[in-house]
């Protein structure tokens, strides 16, 4: 469903941060891209959806080819970004964000598609009209994630979501993960909680200096963080 080929690209011009990933998530599967801080997560994040252009390569959205489209047009062909940080915004509130990400995905948030994302974490119906900025770092969590829902997606990045998370709060983020799976959608995870990515994904991939060295099953929890922080 989203494939990279040979994905080149970085913050600045000149200075290239990816080195060639190869990567491949079909519908219903979730891969995990772990590595240590600055190994390049968020630079491929950020080019898998659009936010950043590819130096060379290409991005790959259910067999078409997305590289030429920006993250907006991404966004369109149903593939979304659960970001780095959240990025909700903060004096909207909990429904208005829910609004604003379906309307920028051009999809039509109805009674329904907003009752559907609701059942899923139900502190976005008894929290709809707060201020988005007035929730705890959990519940703007899961309206990050409802934000890239609503948007119909066939595919979603997600970047640390488990970042400031508690234990409680991760093990409610590994079972949404799995049920969102389940739904048919792919799951791209860039990580560092070994946990969550044992969870969820069925192969992790190790980044380390913008190249994978390393392709994990999912299971290998331990040895992952043993080769993603101390090189075995
Ligand atoms: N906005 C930016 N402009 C230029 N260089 C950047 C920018 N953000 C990060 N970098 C550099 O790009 C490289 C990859 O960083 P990136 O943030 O993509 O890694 P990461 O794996 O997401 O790290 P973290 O775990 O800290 O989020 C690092 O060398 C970093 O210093
Ligand atoms: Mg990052």
Request: proline letters at 3%; charged letters at 20%.
């Amino acid at each position: 469903m989203l494939r990279a080929v040979n994905l080149h690209a970085g913050y600045r011009s000149g200075v290239p941060v990816l080195h060639g990933i190869d990567l491949d998530v079909g519908a219903g599967a979730a891969l995990g891209v772990i590595g240590r801080n600055g190994a390049g997560k968020t630079c491929l994040a950020q080019t898998l959806t659009g936010a950043l252009r590819a130096i060379d390569g290409s991005v790959l959205l259910g067999g078409d080819d997305v590289t030429a489209k920006d993250s907006r047009a991404r966004v369109r062909a149903r593939l979304s970004h659960v970001p780095e940080g959240r990025m909700i915004f903060a004096d909207l509130s909990v429904q208005e964000n829910l609004e604003v990400a379906a309307y920028g995905a051009g999809v039509k948030l109805g009674a329904a598609e907003l009752r559907a994302v609701q059942e899923r974490f139900p502190i976005l119906e008894r929290k709809a009209h707060d201020r988005a900025g007035s929730l705890s770092g959990g519940e703007q969590q899961w309206l990050a994630i409802g934000r890239a829902l609503v948007q119909q997606p066939r595919a979603i990045v997600l970047d640390e979501p488990s970042l400031g998370l508690s234990p409680v709060a991760i093990d409610g983020l590994a079972e949404a993960l799995v049920g969102i799976r389940q739904t048919g959608v792919a799951l791209i995870l860039m990580e560092q909680n070994p946990y969550l990515l044992k969870a969820v994904c069925d192969e992790v991939l190790l980044l380390d200096q913008g190249r994978v060295t390393r392709s994990l099953d999912g299971e290998a929890g331990e040895q992952l963080v043993a080769e993603a922080y101390f090189g075995g």
